[in-house]
C-alpha cells in the first residue's frame, strides 16, 4: 500500500452529516450562512485572535490582504522569501507589486532578519515572511526592522495553524497573518483560507474584496472579486476543529519516532523544535548532506518512491529559480538555494503507523 506525504483529516463521517444537516433544511449554502460565522467564530476562539475574515482558499485570502492594507503602488516592492510556496510570491506579483527576495536562515528555514534592511529601499511597502514547516519566524526582530522603517509585516502562517510563540498564537505577530485550510494541512475544510488581523477597518475593506465589492443591499462601492468560503466547507472546519488537537499530538508521536530513528544519523539535518514554540508538527523536512550520509536526497526520494512510499522535494526549487520567476528577480539568495537543493519532507499525518515510520527510516538508512 503506497504512503503518501501527507492524508487529510477527516472527521467521523456521521459527525460531518450532522453538521450539514441545518445547511439542507435552510438552503443557505453560501453567502456567509449561520453555519459559516459559527466557524468563523469558533476560529477566532481557538486561534485566540481579534479579527478574522474568512476567504474560499488561502492564496486568494494573502492577495486580498495585501490589496486591503493598501499596498499597491507602482513599483513598490514587498520584501518575502524565496523559500515557500509560489503561492505566496504569486500573490505579490498579482498585486502589481515587486518581490524582492530576502535569505533564509540555515537551522529553521525562516526569513533571515539580519539580512533584510539590506534589501529596504524608498520603494518598499511591507515585509512577507512564512512560517515555513510551522517554525516560527523572528517576529520580534521582525517587529523592530518593520516599526523603524515604517512597513506594514503580513506573515504567510499557512504552515503553522495552532502554533504559538511564547504562549501567543502566531496569528497575533504582524499587521495581519494568512492561514490555510487546505485539504494538505493540519486542519483542514476542504479548501479555505483566513486573515487576521488586529485594526477592525480592514474588516469591510476584506468583505467588500471578496464579494464584489457590494456593500449594503443595493449597492457597490468599489470593485471586488467574489472569494467567499462555502457552509459546506465551513462545516467541514467546524467537525475538524473539534478534533485538531487530537490530529496534532498524533503527529507528534509520529515527529519524535522519525528524530529517534534519524536523531544522530551523520548527514541527516532532522526537524529540531524552536525554543518557546508550541509546534504542531505539520511536516518533518530532512536536509540531506551526500558527503555525510553518502546518498544524495534524490536518491533517497526515489528510493523511497520506488518502494511506494512518496516524499516531497518541498519547497524545490526555491521560488526565485522557477522559470516565471527566474532572471527576472535575480537576487541572489544561496542558503535558499542550497537547501532546496537538499531537502526532503518526509509522510506525516496523525494516521500514520508508526512501523510505517520505521519502515520509511529503514529505507532511507539501508
Known amino acids: 500500500m503506497s504512503i503518501m506525504v501527507t492524508k487529510s483529516s477527516m472527521p467521523p463521517l456521521e459527525e460531518y452529516v450532522e453538521e450539514i444537516k441545518p445547511i439542507f433544511e435552510s438552503c443557505w449554502l453560501t453567502n456567509m450562512g449561520p453555519v459559516y460565522k459559527k466557524f468563523q467564530h469558533q476560529l477566532k476562539e481557538y486561534l485566540e485572535v481579534p479579527e478574522m475574515s474568512l476567504f474560499v482558499n488561502g492564496h486568494m485570502a494573502l492577495e486580498m490582504a495585501i490589496h486591503a492594507l493598501g499596498l499597491r503602488r507602482e513599483g513598490g516592492e514587498v520584501i518575502t522569501t524565496p523559500f515557500t510556496f509560489v503561492s505566496t510570491t504569486h500573490a505579490i506579483v498579482r498585486n502589481d507589486l515587486v518581490p524582492v527576495f530576502c535569505d533564509i536562515k540555515p537551522d529553521d528555514y525562516t526569513m533571515d532578519p539580519e539580512k533584510i534592511e539590506a534589501l529596504i529601499t524608498d520603494k518598499t511597502v511591507a515585509i512577507i515572511p512564512v512560517h515555513v514547516y510551522g517554525n516560527v519566524c523572528d517576529v520580534e526582530a521582525i517587529e523592530t526592522i518593520a516599526k523603524k522603517h515604517d512597513l506594514k509585516v503580513i506573515y504567510d502562517a499557512a504552515h503553522a495553524f495552532g502554533v504559538k510563540y511564547k504562549g501567543t498564537g502566531v496569528g497575533n505577530f504582524g499587521d495581519a497573518a494568512m492561514f490555510s485550510f487546505h485539504a494538505t494541512k493540519v486542519f483542514n475544510s476542504v479548501e479555505g483560507g483566513g486573515i487576521v488581523y488586529h485594526d477592525r477597518q480592514y474588516r469591510n475593506r476584506l468583505h467588500d474584496l471578496k464579494n464584489f465589492g457590494i456593500h449594503g443591499k443595493e449597492d457597490a462601492i468599489g470593485v471586488g472579486g467574489n472569494a467567499k468560503l462555502d457552509d459546506f466547507r465551513a462545516a467541514m472546519g467546524i467537525c475538524n476543529l473539534r478534533h485538531v488537537d487530537s490530529y496534532i499530538e498524533a503527529r507528534r508521536r509520529v515527529f519524535d519516532r522519525y528524530n529517534e530513528r534519524l536523531g544522530d544519523e551523520p548527514g541527516i539535518r532532522f526537524g529540531k523544535r524552536q525554543e518557546n514554540v508550541t509546534a504542531n508538527y505539520a511536516y518533518y523536512p530532512v536536509y540531506i ?5 553518502g546518498k544524495n536526497r534524490d536518491l533517497v526520494y526515489d528510493e523511497l518512491a ?8 518541498y519547497f524545490y526549487p526555491a521560488v526565485n529559480e522557477l522559470s516565471c520567476y527566474k532572471g527576472v528577480y535575480p537576487q541572489k ?17 496523525e494516521k500514520l503507523a508508526l512501523e510505517d515510520v520505521d519502515r520509511i527510516c529503514d529505507i532511507i538508512l539501508g
Not at 289 to 293: G, I, M, P, Q, S
Not at 306 to 313: L, N, V
Not at 338 to 345: G, K
Open 289 to 293: 548532506d551526500e558527503e555525510l550520509f
Open 306 to 313: 520506488d518502494r511506494g512510499i512518496f516524499a516531497r522535494k
Open 333 to 349: 539568495t544561496p542558503v535558499a538555494h542550497d537547501v532546496s537543493a537538499h531537502i526532503l519532507t518526509l509522510p506525516i499525518y
